[in-house]
């Protein structure tokens, strides 16, 4: 199965690849062909490699899928009631396109598109990765100018329309904080045909550099369609005396995969690398995080919580490195994940190399139900069964959601943790069970 999809995504990447050939200068178009003839080498990932244990990404991919997605004109107000404010800096992709026309951004915030571009500090070779360099049309560059600070966030949303079922998105952006600046990001997945659930494919790959002194806080919300495949890559590269924060929310995708890596490179640098996920029915979502400290002096904190119901499958790696050279770093790591039916699963691996000695590094990682005790309090209390089982899920999540240190965005997407919980079939069967005994 690997193997084919393999086939069939190379031989759509050559047809599209003759259209892009005409209007490409041979230098960029050169990179993309590499990049096609390293993932031909590869092909698509399968659980024998050790980062994919647990999931087999080819398997949740259709071989209708195809590229060239077609552009659709929405109006001003419909991509405003996606926003956080109807003002707010922002950058909108549709089906996978940039849309100028609906970008706006304050005067110390640079925009440039560029056709390709090959960074030396840029993406993992993996395979989405080549894939996604293969196929990306233009890539976006987003540059905040030094000692500013930005107040509102700066909203990338990417929104996705029923015309876009069974096609392909690669959106690439990279984003670079000057020195001193201070920004939140919300990163914003979405798709408007939501109930109506079209199967795409979104391969999208984010670069953030921050520079010295500068702090960035980076949230993505992914709501995509719930036959939708989301496989992504967040890479941070972080420099002296600054500080990356990421959060990542997965609710919708039939399968997710969030590849977050945070490089330490200099002295007294930090990273917190946070998530959450909620999935039902039989959603697959997988965590993969990397967080290298490369020298001495620097700090990294990540929790990452799950919340799983009916036959969902989650997947949390979270490794942490420690080069020999990084004495006095300081390291805590935690995953918990709440099961609410027989049928869920999650897998679990915190991962630390340490090749110093002179370190503070913790892990840990638990998996559990929730507590019957809390539970018959809420009742005893005139909760409903139901109800008391989603305030006590709703508790859960807190910690995590409390993480996202920038309010605008935090209060825009608690609610859609809340709401995705009414969904759930939380103990229906017992509920329901208990009404039958009366």
Known sequence: MSQDMSTHLINEVKAFHKELKKEYPEASF????????????????????????????????????????????????????????????????????????????????????????????????????????????????????????????LEILHLTTLENDSFINCPRVHIKVGSYSKISTLEHFFCEAYEKTPHYFVNAQTSIICEEGSSVEHVKCQRDSLKAVHIAEVKAIVKKDSAFKSFTLSLGANLARNNISSLLEDTWAHTNIHGLFVIKEDQHCDNYSVIDHKVANTTSDQLFKGVLDEKSHGVFTGKVIVNPDAQQVNSGQLNKNLLLSKSAKVNTRPILEIEAD?????????????????????????????????????????????????????????????????????????????????
């Open 358 to 438: 002179d370190v503070k590094c913790a892990h840990g990682a638990t998996i559990g139900q929730i507590d019957e005790n809390q539970a018959f309090y809420l009742r005893t209390r005139g909760v409903s069964e139901r109800k008391a089982q989603e305030i006590l899920c709703q508790a859960f999540v807190q910690e995590a959601l409390d993480q996202i240190s920038h309010i605008g965005i935090r209060k825009f997407v608690s609610p859609l943790v809340e709401n995705y919980f009414n969904q759930f079939k939380i103990l229906d069967e017992k509920t329901q069970g208990a009404n039958d005994g009366n």
């Open 30 to 153: 050169n990179l993309k062909k590499n990049a096609l003839s390293e993932f031909e080498k590869l092909g698509l990932p399968d659980k024998k490699e050790e980062i994919w244990k647990y999931t087999n990404a080819s398997s949740f991919l259709n071989s209708n899928l195809k590229l060239g997605a077609p552009k659709k004109a929405i109006t001003p107000q419909m991509i405003e009631g996606y926003l956080i404010n109807t003002d707010s800096n922002r950058i909108v992709f549709i089906n996978g396109n940039m849309e100028s026309s609906y970008t706006f951004l304050n005067e110390n915030i640079s925009l440039s598109i560029k056709k390709e571009s090959d960074l030396p500090n840029g993406f993992s070779k993996d395979s989405f990765g080549l894939l996604n360099k293969a196929i990306s049309p233009e890539e976006i560059f987003i540059e905040i100018k030094p000692n500013f600070v930005l107040e509102e966030p």
